[in-house]
Nanobody, 133 residues
Framework: QVQVVESGGGLVQPGGSLRLSCAASGFILDYHAIGWFRQAPGKEREGVSCFSGDDGSTYYADSVKGRFTVGRVAISADNAENTLYLQMNNLKPEDTAVYYC?????????????????????WGQGTQVTVSS
């Protein structure tokens, strides 16, 4: 079945870096998009980045542009198992949140805005990122 599992969160000082991973399995990534989202305490969930599996297009929230990078490391020959990463550099205290990856059918630009996340039906359990000195 469709499954996504995040890992790689932790505590980092402001200005530091972290790399999150999203292990995606049970579906062909070429026909799906993977989104990264985050939710800070007391705030609504927000989109961070989106990766379209069909052509590798990437999209970022304005708040993370130039600091975060999303990419894919294919694992299986049929693309049914993949790992995606979210490289986060120059982290700020406001980046502190639980980070989630999620999958949806189609590209990032298919359907409603990826930033809102309504079309994403398969979510991971989340990983905590804390940016603090």
């Amino acid at each position: 079945q469709v499954q996504v599992v995040e890992s790689g969160g932790g505590l980092v000082q402001p200005g530091g870096s972290l790399r999150l991973s999203c292990a995606a399995s049970g579906f062909i990534l070429d026909y799906h998009a993977i989104g990264w989202f985050r939710q800070a305490p007391g705030k609504e969930r927000e989109g961070v980045s989106c990766f379209s599996g069909d052509d590798g297009s990437t999209y970022y929230a304005d708040s993370v542009k130039g600091r975060f990078t999303v990419g894919r490391v294919a694992i299986s020959a049929d693309n049914a198992e993949n790992t995606l990463y979210l490289q986060m550099n120059n982290l700020k205290p406001e980046d502190t949140a639980v980070y989630y990856c999620a999958a949806k059918l189609g590209s990032c630009t298919y359907g409603s805005s990826w930033f809102v996340g309504l079309d994403f039906g398969s979510w991971g359990q989340g990983t905590q990122v804390t940016v603090s000195s």
